[in-house]
């Protein structure tokens, strides 16, 4: 949701740049095209169906385009000739992309054809599409349109005195992963902010037994920050034995809240409290909260409703002397409404011009660079008092410059126009906008879609990767290269400072993203992606990418013909519009259908031959799947975890040529290995609540798999794991009758494993043998709520390649191995909930601190467990 401070100032300040901004993704646009239409097998594909001339003279059409595009995006459309110039432009590329896209398909049904088909008449019959003769022809109707139109706005470019710029000159330089980069102890210029708060928080209040204090201030200031450098300042955690943390962002409403503090509670019996009704939650919270102070944090508020607050507070005041609630938020008037005492808020200032620097420095040149580049310097300080003295504008700005040393690239940051459009010297979106406009082209569609991203949640690589994957927004690779790793797009991104809270943990990575650059995506995004709030039909004609916000879907009617990704509400079961959607939206990409209500799905769904991502997550109702589901040759992730009542999955899955990842739950008593097995693709599995699965994976090989889940599968004894050689990611979460053996004696040779988590595993008592396998590459080892792990074995040292470890809610592990000073990669031992551990290994004062004093010990209590969950559900 949109919210600045001042809403007034929204439309004066957009309004300018809106037209630069909708064209700034067409150069990716058309690197993305020309990318496609130049590989081999589209060349190959092409002189097949017999349109190879029409295609070639496509590709150098919008090869002279292009390089014109990038000097047309740099100047300020002021020529309202141009602005409709790149309209149409795009217009033109959209339809170009469609019979490109559709010509992959058909390119890849042949292939499938030719590959599987010939031994089985079956199998081509299942594949068998229209009339061959009739297809080509169409295609190459669209193509001549296409080339007409094209070569009409090339001719049109000579009338912009546009240059020609071939290479995109903004490269990444990317930065090393420093764990300072993120880490509190990088926060500059809030040591006396910090102090203040501190003393607000340990104020006598002469009995009251609930005060707020709030921090206040605009976006950006780092508010979030501050509060997370109280919380975990030691004074308050010998003050306030409870501590809560908890993002709030808009839901204000109670059930919700009180469930999300219920969460960042300690929490000894697992309640699932998602399931408890509001009576209850309110009971249980006041149980939690009575006889010890505790600190309560709510983070970025806005609910102005006082009504809705004083119900909240009185639940949580159980009268316990001196306990306290902090609160950030932009609006003085949250504030006002959330405490009586104005004395209790906190004013957030900007960052002194000396601060700003030295934030700045920090981010933009390597360690002690800046000596070597005064001239830099010089001009770096000009452009940190254009930042106004905000934190997020002074990383952003200073991260898209890192490492670039050439003096006129500095000066034309200073000297950008963007600055100019602060009218109101209140808005930070001119520094974000500016480091937007320096990331490289293949970059911008990739930031874009982040407009699709809820606010203050935990976005993981995985799902990020799927979307981008489905969604086409991948660069192609460079020759000689393979497929363009999501992962290392998303750390570009993070070292430009885009991403906040990154955490790599080899094999997944997880991030916030700061409320102001999603409403920058959103922003940049307008008219391509939308999420609709209201019905207004205009803003989504265009639209490429719909989101529905609250369950009101719009009249089918307007449904935009080229959509390429739709995201359904919660709770979503209008049957005539879905059907109108799956008959009319033939480009479809990502259908979203999670936690929604259907009971089936249209059978003409496997018409829909563009469709790559499939997920009906947590669809209750649904009792059937139409088989036609296995004619999606380009579905790329089918999601069917927590469809309890679906009776059985849909036959021939060993059709899906291009799928990647697959999550199923499922009542019958066995996995369908071999259909499975067969999928040449896969690399991500999942099984949740296959209660009836005693075993996996016999007599078969997975060798494409990376990533395996396991979650509530309640009779799984054996998991032969060396099935699966070439696993990366696995995380197995209440599996009651795993032993830890999980059915294998001896290690496996030359694992590859990264990531291991295990969770509420009840019969684990040791870690696994065959992990030992893994010791030149596991890097992150979680052990959660395992009851009856008693201790970690010996040999644990030997896993040389060890970053993280955590072991957490394990009562009965005493110690860890004497030897762990060996591993000397060894950075983080996390010991939240493990108190014995704790005590023994505490920084300074433990009996055995002095054999892990290397390594830092880690024992949180704000972070929610909510949040771990996520980890795996992703
Ligand atoms: C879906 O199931 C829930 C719970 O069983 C029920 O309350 C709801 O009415 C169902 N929805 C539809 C559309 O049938």
């Excluded at 080892?781 to 201790?791: A, F």
């Amino acid at each position: 949701m949109i919210q600045l401070q001042t809403p007034l100032s929204i439309p004066f300040l957009f309004l300018p740049l809106l037209k630069l901004m909708a064209e700034s993704l067409l150069f990716s646009s058309a690197e993305s095209l020309l990318g496609k239409l130049a590989s081999d097998a589209f060349q190959e594909a092409s002189l097949a169906f017999g349109v190879h001339r029409d295609l070639q003279q496509m590709k150098e059409t919008m090869e002279l385009i292009r390089g014109v595009l990038l000097d047309a995006e740099k100047k300020n459309p002021q020529s309202s000739a141009l602005s409709e110039w790149l309209i149409q432009i795009k217009h033109v590329f959209s339809d170009a992309e469609d019979i490109v896209d559709d010509f992959e398909c058909e390119a890849l049904r042949k292939h499938v054809v030719n590959t599987y088909g010939s031994c089985s008449r079956k199998v081509r019959r299942f594949f068998s599409s229209s009339n061959p003769v009739v297809y080509r022809l169409r295609m190459a109707h669209h193509i001549q349109d296409i080339n007409t139109r094209l070569a009409k706005l090339a001719y049109q470019r000579n009338m912009f005195g546009l240059q020609v710029i071939d290479q995109d000159t903004r490269v990444v330089h990317v930065r090393e992963m420093t764990h300072s980069h993120v880490t509190p102890s990088n926060v500059i210029g809030r040591e006396h902010d910090k102090q203040e708060i501190i003393k607000l928080l340990l104020k006598d209040d002469h009995g009251q037994s609930l005060s707020v204090i709030s921090i206040v201030g605009m976006g950006g200031l780092g508010k979030t920050t501050l509060a997370k450098l109280v919380f975990n300042d030691p004074i308050i955690h010998a003050c306030f034995p409870l501590r809560m943390w908890i993002c709030v962002s808009n839901d204000f409403e109670l059930r919700n809240v009180l469930i999300k503090i219920l969460n960042s509670a300690p929490n000894p019996n697992r309640e699932n409290f998602n399931n408890f009704e509001t009576e209850q939650l309110q009971i249980h919270l006041r149980n939690t909260l009575e006889g010890q102070k505790s600190l309560l944090v709510l983070d970025d508020v806005w609910n102005e409703d006082r009504a809705r607050w004083d119900e909240l507070r009185e639940i949580i005041d159980v009268g316990v002397e001196g306990s306290k609630i902090l609160v950030t938020t932009r609006s003085h008037k949250v504030a006002a409404i959330m405490h009586t005492k104005s004395s209790n808020s906190y004013l957030l200032g900007c960052l002194s011009e000396k601060d700003s620097l030295s934030l700045f420095v920090k981010y933009a040149f390597e360690d002690g660079d800046e000596m070597k580049h005064p001239q830099l310097l010089k001009i770096g300080e000009e452009i940190v008092k254009k930042c106004g003295g905000l934190p997020l504008a002074v990383k952003t700005v200073g991260s898209s410059l890192f490492s670039r040393v050439d003096e006129k690239e500095w000066e034309s940051v200073r000297d950008n126009e963007i600055w100019n459009l602060k009218e109101n010297e209140k808005d930070i979106l001119p520094a974000l906008k500016l480091s937007y406009d320096k990331l490289p082209s293949y970059l911008k569609p990739c930031f874009a879609s982040f407009s699709l991203c809820p606010e203050d949640t935990v976005i993981f690589g995985t799902g990020v990767r799927m979307l981008w994957g489905a969604l086409g927004l991948l660069p192609p690779p460079k020759a000689g290269e393979s497929m363009i790793d999501a992962t290392q797009l998303l750390h570009e991104l993070w070292s430009r400072s885009f991403l906040s809270e990154y955490e790599d943990h080899g094999g997944e990575c997880r991030f916030k993203l700061h409320d102001l650059v999603i409403e920058l995506a959103v922003y940049i995004a307008k008219g391509k992606f939308e999420i609709i709030k209201n019905h207004n039909p205009k803003s989504y004609k265009n639209a490429h990418h719909l989101t529905f916000a609250a369950n009101n879907l719009l009249d089918q009617t307007l449904l935009p013909r080229s959509l390429r990704s739709i995201t359904f509400p919660r709770g979503a079961n209008n049957e005539v519009f879905l059907n109108t959607l799956v008959s009319r939206c033939k480009f479809l990409r990502v259908l979203n259908l999670d936690f929604s209500e259907y009971a089936s799905l249209p059978r003409c769904i496997g018409k829909l031959k563009h469709l790559r991502s499939l997920s009906l997550l947590e669809n209750e109702n649904l009792t059937e799947l139409p088989d036609s589901i296995c004619k999606l040759q380009n579905l790329q992730s089918l999601i069917l975890n927590g469809c309890i009542k679906l009776q059985k999955l849909p036959k021939g899955l060993a059709n899906l040529v291009s799928l990647r990842c697959l999550c199923i739950t499922t009542i019958e008593p066995g996995c369908p290995e071999k259909e499975i097995a067969s999928l040449p693709s896969l690399e991500l599995l999942g099984f949740y609540q296959c209660d009836n699965f005693e075993s996996l994976f016999k007599g078969i090989l997975l060798h494409t798999l990376k990533r395996l889940t396991l979650i509530d599968c309640k009779s799984l004894k054996t998991v032969p794991f060396h099935a699966i050689k070439n696993l990366e990611v696995l995380m197995i979460f209440n599996c009651n009758k795993l032993e830890s053996s999980m059915g294998l004696s001896n290690e496996i040779l030359d694992s590859r494993l990264k990531l291991l988590i295990l969770s509420d595993l009840a019969s684990l008592v040791t870690l696994p043998r065959w992990l030992q396998g893994s010791a030149n590459s596991l890097q992150s080892l979680v052990i959660q709520h395992c009851i009856n792990i008693y201790e970690l074995p010996d040999w644990l040292p030997t896993l040389n390649c060890l970053k993280q470890l955590e072991v957490l809610y394990c009562p009965k592990v005493l110690s860890l191995p004497d030897n762990i000073h060996h591993v000397t990669n060894l950075k983080v031992i996390d010991v939240t909930g493990s108190s014995e551990l704790w005590k023994r290994y505490r920084p300074e004062v433990g009996e055995d601190w002095h054999k892990i004093s290397h390594v830092n010990l880690v024992w949180q209590d704000y972070q929610s467990e909510n949040e771990k969950e996520l980890t795996v559900k992703s």
